[in-house]
Structures are given as C-alpha cells and as structure tokens.
C-alpha cells in the first residue's frame, strides 16, 4: 500500500473527497492506517454509535491505492443474496452477462490495488465472510476494511477494537457539535459530567449536545439522571456501553414531542436515504398530517436523529442504523409496522411507474439518476412485495416496470434476479405475469442467453394470444424478433419486428421499446445491403426521440445511421455520430451502447488513417465485452466491421505491433477507453441535453409525484 496522503480522500474510487467534521481519534487513527498497510483484512469493530463508519472513511481517505477506495454501504441491504450486487454497484461495475455477480467481481478486480471499505455488514456476516475469503484469495491487490459490530471471522482478519472516546476528546466533540447548534457549553463541570454518564459514545453525545438549543447543560444533565434512574432495569445481559446507548437514545427519544417520536418510529420503515415527498406520503395520517412532516423533520435533524444529504437526485435525508432500529422497535411496538411497509410499497410501486412513464420523456436523465438513489427502497418494497401472501402481483408489476433500470441502466443481472424471483411465485394476476415474462425475456436476449429468452418469450406470447392480450403479444414479439437479429437470422427478424410495429401501432403504443423495435428492423435491413431504408428508419426514430427530449434509443439510432455513414464513405460524419452516440450511453452505463460505438469508432479511425489507435480501441472493447457477454453477439453481421478494422491495422502495423496496441487497449478502465474514444482525457459523465425543441406531452411540465397504484395498462404505455 502506498505511504498515506492527506485527508482530502484518495483520487480514485467512490469516498466522498470532503469527509465531514472529525473531533479527536488521533491515535487511532493512526493506528488504523499502520494496521491497513501491515494487513490485507482489517476490521473495525465496536458498539453501535461509536464512530466506527467515521474513523474508517477518514484512514481510507489516507491511503493511495492505485485504483482508489471504494465504499459500500451494507446497512440497507437485507438480503444475504444481494451482498454481491451491493458491491458491484458501488464499484460502479455494469455487467450484461449471465455470470453471477461474484464471478464479475473476480473478473474485474483480479488484477487492481484497491481498499474495498464494507460499512455495516454485522446483519450479513456469512455472505460478507464468504465474499471477503474469496476476494482475498483470488484478488492479490485486493485489500478490505470493514466496519460492524462484531468480527467476519474471516482467517487472516486482523481486529481492530474501537473504543469510545476519552474525557478530553468527549468534552471536545460536545462543544464542536453545541457551537454547529449555536449554543454556547459555559458550564463545563456539567458538561463533563454529561459526557461521562454517556460513556463517551459520540452518537449519544451529539444527540445530547443536540438538546442545547432548549436546555442548559445543567438541564440536561438532571434530565440525562433521571432517564438513567428510569431505564435501570432489563438488558442485563447486554455490554454496559449498549445499555448506555441505548438509554442515550431512548433519552433523546423522550425528550422529542409526540409528533417528533411518531415520525422517528414511521421514517425506520425507509431503507437508505429518502426524500421529503416520500417521508410525507408514507408517514403521513394517524395524528401526523402530511404538511406537518416538514417541520417535524427539520426538528429531528436539529436533534441530529436525521442526517441530511446531497445525492445526484437531490436533497436526501437518513437514519443511523441504530437510531433507525430503535425506530422500527416502537413502530413495531405500535402494531403499525404493517401498514407503514404497504405505504412504503404504495409509494416505490408508484414512483417506478412515474419514472417508467418519464423515461420517454426530457426527464431521462433525472429518472436514471434518481432510479440509482432509490434502487434500496426500491429493493426494499420488492422483497416486501415478493415474500408476503397476496402481495406478489405488486413484486411481478414493480419488477416488470423497472426494465428501464435493468436493461437502460447497467443492471441487467440485478434485474433478472428479481424477475426470476417474482415468477416462481403464483400472483393470480395475468397482466403483472405477463409483462414480467416480457421483460424477463428481453433481459435474456441482452446477457446472451437465447434459450431461457425464448421460452420467457413463447410462454408470454402463447398466454397473451390465449387471454387476447394485445400488448403483451406485441412486446413478446417484438423481443423475439430482437433475438432473432443478434442471432443472424435475419428474414425471420424482420418479419417479426415488422409484425410488432404493426401492433404497436394498433394499439397506439409509442415509448423507448417501441422505437428500439425500430432501431432493431433498420439495423436488419442495414446488414442486408438496404442502407437508404435503414436511415429512413433511423432518421425517423431520431426525430421522435427528439420531439420527445428521448436520449437512450436515439443512441441506438445514431449507431446504425453511423454504421450507414461509415458504409457509404462519410468517417466524419460517422465519427461524429458515434461521438453523440458514446456519450449518452457511457452516461446511462449502458454498457452494451458504449462497446458498439467503440467497436464501430476503431474502424472509423482506421479509415482516418491511425491504425495504432484503432488497435488500442479494438483492445479496450475486448477488455469490455466480458461484461457484456458473447463478443458481437456471435454474429457474423455484427462482427463484420471488427474483422475489416482488425485486418486492415495488421496490415498496417503488422502483428507484433498490432497485438501491442490491443493489449495496450484491454489495460485500459472504462472510463478511460470511453475518453480515449471520444478524444477528451478524463471522466465523462455529464447526460447530454437533448437537442432541438421539445414536444412536451399533457402532464408532463415536471417530474409528477408517485401515484399509490399501477396505471391501469401496467405500465407499459409510456408515450
């Protein structure tokens, strides 16, 4: 490991450059950075509220692994299955394949030096245990920091105990956080004292110190006696310092007004961050109306119960885990755990189909960003949906309704996941099975995997034809045909594509799905001599996609007229296409565009006449496909350009030479290879804006708030 550098965070990797306010544990902070350089597997452990998840990001802000530090947050997930897709998100890692999710982390850190932080993991031992052997037998410049409660019992796991803080360092933090309330700690015996009967546990001390906007130190010290009178009896068996935290907490929970407690237990039903939308609709009713969660929630943030954060998708807010915790025991407590998760679902089955209806619209890019802040709520609302009785209509829908986010958003493993999930359960409800089939079905064809595509595809075509399900046959159609393009067969992908835009047009559908079917059939009658036809095609779907501010199928639309323009002579013009095209697939992780436009730019820039270049591009899209899956689909048509670059650079450079450019190319990230490819040096990762003037459709001046229902056609038509 390199030698430590300052706290302004490491260059690479996904820890916040600007770590927030950090009092004492100057010793052991250095303590933790010697332990990571001696040790592969560090873990900090310790009482919750002891500053665990602080101290961790600050020592690895201090450390320089050549390929960054990368933190993933494990308090949300609940599902020891998910760990893996945990960690590959975090990694920023998009993956098209049917490998499982651990095979794709393999993959992708075999060969890097990175600091892997795990943040809460006590709930997830055994996944987490099992994921950390692995990683560290078959990643060498792997290293992993991890942060709970107690051990992974991982061999080779080096413990590093935290304990709470000293008198000195305890006194400092309650005055640091007393002055951020603007109050003032002039009774200093009062205040060591506090400190004291807190046993140092920084969370119960800026919970305390959050109370000096209405009391004296010396106020509450008498307050603090008597809670701990109070909460004398019960817990035995628990470490004194739980038992401390947990009387600071449920202190802090006594002082709070009805309505402030209420809302505390209400908020514990959200995993992850939320927003104030959410927390008024779910929480709302039952002595709370939805305008009075807004001052209640600013009060909760004074008390430091609630952190606010900034996330690409705006203001957020979120709980400790153990604040939270103590939250779901009153809620539960209260009989009213139930009812809470059913509006919790209500309102992430309802913001998915707001978002899956925004899709087709200007607001694209603020649905992929927003779908990336949601996805543990989302998480949340679907597991609900698909382990409780009567409720697996909803998981079918809401899995089904998310194919944006699966196919148009890098997750296309995550979201077979929960489709093959939701499918092996009986719902009782065609609609919902249906377009899981669907989608299931065009997740399949994009990973590579035609046989279980096909029977997802024959099954909702067969069930639609027999229920007389219009749409549901149109998209299985359509998809089908999909499969039959990748798969070089050619007459029968045209038929069918020609045969589901004929539907979709009876039954007035237009959306994303639609035009990509358009895309589809160009790129069809492309390979078979037809350019004119196929830019016709694509000339078109650019220009509804541009009446309708749509940026992700219109990327697909750049790469046939490019691979038109590259036929027909024109490299400008086909670099200049495939430039537009790269950009808002790289933005939308859309791995699958990106690596096209790759692919398609190296023989552009052979035709401009730098086969060197070419190569190192030909070598980053080698580098990319594994993640993809079969290179170019296996298909002859689709790997014509390849083999036509690959043989024109050799001739060129020759082999020992062309070979050297393309490994060169497979070293480089993704980030990287979509700079080299663009021409710009660094990160790009801006959405473009979309080009033109902008058709808005009725409804549609903003981002509409999440209905508590399904639209009554599923979803699906989002035009």
């Given at each position: 490991m390199r030698p430590p550098q300052r706290d302004g965070g490491p260059a690479l990797g996904n820890l916040p450059l600007?770590?927030?306010?950090?009092?004492?544990?100057?010793?052991?902070?250095?303590?933790?950075?010697?332990?990571?350089?001696?040790?592969?597997?560090?873990?900090?452990?310790?009482?919750?509220?002891?500053?665990?998840?602080?101290?961790?990001?600050?020592?690895?802000?201090?450390?320089?692994?050549?390929?960054?530090?990368?933190r993933v947050d494990l308090e949300p997930v609940s599902d020891p299955e998910l760990v893996d897709y945990a960690v590959v998100e975090a990694l920023g890692l998009t993956d098209h394949t049917t490998r499982l999710p651990r095979e794709t982390l393999l993959g992708h850190l075999a060969e890097r030096q990175l600091l892997l932080l795990l943040d809460g993991f006590e709930h997830l031992v055994e996944a987490c245990g099992a994921l950390v052997t692995e990683l560290l037998r078959r990643a060498p410049g792997v290293r992993v920091l991890a942060v709970?409660?107690?051990?992974?019992?991982?061999?080779?796991?080096?413990?590093?105990?935290?304990?709470?803080?000293?008198?000195?360092?305890?006194?400092?933090?309650?005055?640091?956080?007393?002055?951020?309330?603007?109050?003032?700690?002039?009774d200093e015996r009062a205040v060591r004292e506090v400190c004291r009967r807190l046993d140092g546990i920084p969370l119960a001390i800026e919970l305390a110190a959050g109370r000096l906007r209405a009391l004296s130190p010396g106020q509450l010290l008498d307050r603090l006696d008597d809670r701990f009178r109070l909460l004398t009896g019960g817990g035995r068996e628990a470490p004194h310092r739980h038992q401390t935290l947990r009387t600071a907490i449920g202190w802090s929970h006594e002082l709070c007004t009805p309505g402030e407690r209420l809302l505390w237990a209400r908020l514990s039903v959200f995993a992850g961050a939320f927003d104030l939308e959410a927390a008024e609709y779910v929480c709302s009713g039952g002595g709370l109306d939805a305008d009075d969660v807004l001052d209640v929630l600013t009060e909760l943030i004074a008390q430091s119960v609630v952190t606010r954060e900034d996330t690409p998708a705006g203001l957020r807010y979120r709980m400790l885990d153990t604040v939270r915790a103590y939250g779901a025991q009153w809620l539960a407590a209260a009989g009213d755990a139930g009812r809470l998760r059913r509006r919790h679902r209500d309102w992430y089955v309802g913001l998915a189909t707001w978002c899956e209806l925004d899709w087709f619209s200007p607001r694209q890019g603020e649905v992929a960003a927003r779908i990336d802040v949601e996805l543990p709520n989302l998480r949340s609302a679907l597991d609900y949906c698909l382990t409780e009785p009567e409720e697996a209509h909803l998981g079918q829908y809401l899995a089904g309704s998310l194919w944006f986010c699966w196919a148009g958003c890098g997750r296309l493993s995550e979201g077979r996941h929960w489709l093959e999930r939701g499918l092996r359960l009986d719902s009782g409800n065609e609609q919902s099975r249906l377009k899981a089939l669907w989608v299931l079905g065009y997740v399949a064809v994009l990973q590579g995997d035609p046989v279980p595509a096909l029977a997802a595809l024959q099954e909702c075509g067969e069930e639609a034809e027999r229920s007389g399900n219009a749409t549901a046959l149109a998209y299985a159609e359509h998809r089908t045909g999909c499969l039959a393009l990748v798969t070089d067969d050619l007459p029968r992908a045209e038929t069918l594509l020609r045969s589901a835009l004929d539907r979709y047009q009876k039954i007035g559908e237009l959306n994303s799905n639609v035009l990509m079917a358009q895309v589809e059939l160009a790129m069809a009658r492309a390979f078979q001599g037809d350019l004119a036809d196929a830019v016709k095609l694509c000339d078109d779907v650019r220009r509804v996609c541009e009446d309708h501010g749509e940026r992700w199928a219109r990327g697909y639309a750049l790469f046939v007229l490019a691979y038109a323009a590259w036929a027909e002579g024109d490299p400008a013009r086909a670099r200049e296409l495939l430039t537009d095209c790269l950009t808002g697939a790289h933005a939308f992780h859309d791995l699958l565009g990106s690596v096209l436009a790759i692919e398609l730019l190296a023989l552009v820039t052979t035709a401009d006449g730098d086969p060197a270049e070419a190569a190192v591009l030909q070598g980053a899209a080698q580098g990319m496909w594994p993640s993809v899956g079969l290179p170019l689909f296996g298909s002859a048509y689709y790997n014509t350009p390849h083999e036509l670059c690959e043989a024109t650079a050799r001739q060129l450079l020759g082999d020992e030479r062309y070979e050297a450019c393309v490994r060169q190319g497979a070293r480089l990230g993704r980030e990287e290879a979509v700079g080299l490819a663009l021409g710009r040096p660094g990160p790009v990762a801006a959405l473009p804006e979309p080009r033109g003037p902008v058709r808005q459709g009725r409804g549609a001046a903003r981002m509409r708030k999440p209905a508590a229902s399904p639209t009554r056609k599923g979803g699906e038509t989002t035009g």
């Amino acid at each position: 490991m390199r030698p430590p550098q300052r706290d302004g965070g490491p260059a690479l990797g996904n820890l916040p450059l600007e770590l927030d306010a950090f009092v004492g544990r100057t010793a052991e902070l250095t303590g933790l950075v010697r332990a990571l350089d001696a040790s592969r597997l560090v873990t900090v452990t310790g009482t919750g509220g002891v500053g665990k998840s602080r101290l961790a990001a600050r020592a690895a802000a201090r450390c320089a692994p050549p390929d960054g530090v990368w933190r993933v947050d494990l308090e949300p997930v609940s599902d020891p299955e998910l760990v893996d897709y945990a960690v590959v998100e975090a990694l920023g890692l998009t993956d098209h394949t049917t490998r499982l999710p651990r095979e794709t982390l393999l993959g992708h850190l075999a060969e890097r030096q990175l600091l892997l932080l795990l943040d809460g993991f006590e709930h997830l031992v055994e996944a987490c245990g099992a994921l950390v052997t692995e990683l560290l037998r078959r990643a060498p410049g792997v290293r992993v920091l991890a942060v709970g409660r107690r051990p992974l019992g991982v061999a080779g796991e080096r413990q590093f105990p935290l304990a709470p803080l000293g008198e000195a360092e305890a006194v400092e933090l309650f005055a640091d956080r007393a002055a951020q309330h603007g109050a003032a700690c002039d009774d200093e015996r009062a205040v060591r004292e506090v400190c004291r009967r807190l046993d140092g546990i920084p969370l119960a001390i800026e919970l305390a110190a959050g109370r000096l906007r209405a009391l004296s130190p010396g106020q509450l010290l008498d307050r603090l006696d008597d809670r701990f009178r109070l909460l004398t009896g019960g817990g035995r068996e628990a470490p004194h310092r739980h038992q401390t935290l947990r009387t600071a907490i449920g202190w802090s929970h006594e002082l709070c007004t009805p309505g402030e407690r209420l809302l505390w237990a209400r908020l514990s039903v959200f995993a992850g961050a939320f927003d104030l939308e959410a927390a008024e609709y779910v929480c709302s009713g039952g002595g709370l109306d939805a305008d009075d969660v807004l001052d209640v929630l600013t009060e909760l943030i004074a008390q430091s119960v609630v952190t606010r954060e900034d996330t690409p998708a705006g203001l957020r807010y979120r709980m400790l885990d153990t604040v939270r915790a103590y939250g779901a025991q009153w809620l539960a407590a209260a009989g009213d755990a139930g009812r809470l998760r059913r509006r919790h679902r209500d309102w992430y089955v309802g913001l998915a189909t707001w978002c899956e209806l925004d899709w087709f619209s200007p607001r694209q890019g603020e649905v992929a960003a927003r779908i990336d802040v949601e996805l543990p709520n989302l998480r949340s609302a679907l597991d609900y949906c698909l382990t409780e009785p009567e409720e697996a209509h909803l998981g079918q829908y809401l899995a089904g309704s998310l194919w944006f986010c699966w196919a148009g958003c890098g997750r296309l493993s995550e979201g077979r996941h929960w489709l093959e999930r939701g499918l092996r359960l009986d719902s009782g409800n065609e609609q919902s099975r249906l377009k899981a089939l669907w989608v299931l079905g065009y997740v399949a064809v994009l990973q590579g995997d035609p046989v279980p595509a096909l029977a997802a595809l024959q099954e909702c075509g067969e069930e639609a034809e027999r229920s007389g399900n219009a749409t549901a046959l149109a998209y299985a159609e359509h998809r089908t045909g999909c499969l039959a393009l990748v798969t070089d067969d050619l007459p029968r992908a045209e038929t069918l594509l020609r045969s589901a835009l004929d539907r979709y047009q009876k039954i007035g559908e237009l959306n994303s799905n639609v035009l990509m079917a358009q895309v589809e059939l160009a790129m069809a009658r492309a390979f078979q001599g037809d350019l004119a036809d196929a830019v016709k095609l694509c000339d078109d779907v650019r220009r509804v996609c541009e009446d309708h501010g749509e940026r992700w199928a219109r990327g697909y639309a750049l790469f046939v007229l490019a691979y038109a323009a590259w036929a027909e002579g024109d490299p400008a013009r086909a670099r200049e296409l495939l430039t537009d095209c790269l950009t808002g697939a790289h933005a939308f992780h859309d791995l699958l565009g990106s690596v096209l436009a790759i692919e398609l730019l190296a023989l552009v820039t052979t035709a401009d006449g730098d086969p060197a270049e070419a190569a190192v591009l030909q070598g980053a899209a080698q580098g990319m496909w594994p993640s993809v899956g079969l290179p170019l689909f296996g298909s002859a048509y689709y790997n014509t350009p390849h083999e036509l670059c690959e043989a024109t650079a050799r001739q060129l450079l020759g082999d020992e030479r062309y070979e050297a450019c393309v490994r060169q190319g497979a070293r480089l990230g993704r980030e990287e290879a979509v700079g080299l490819a663009l021409g710009r040096p660094g990160p790009v990762a801006a959405l473009p804006e979309p080009r033109g003037p902008v058709r808005q459709g009725r409804g549609a001046a903003r981002m509409r708030k999440p209905a508590a229902s399904p639209t009554r056609k599923g979803g699906e038509t989002t035009g």
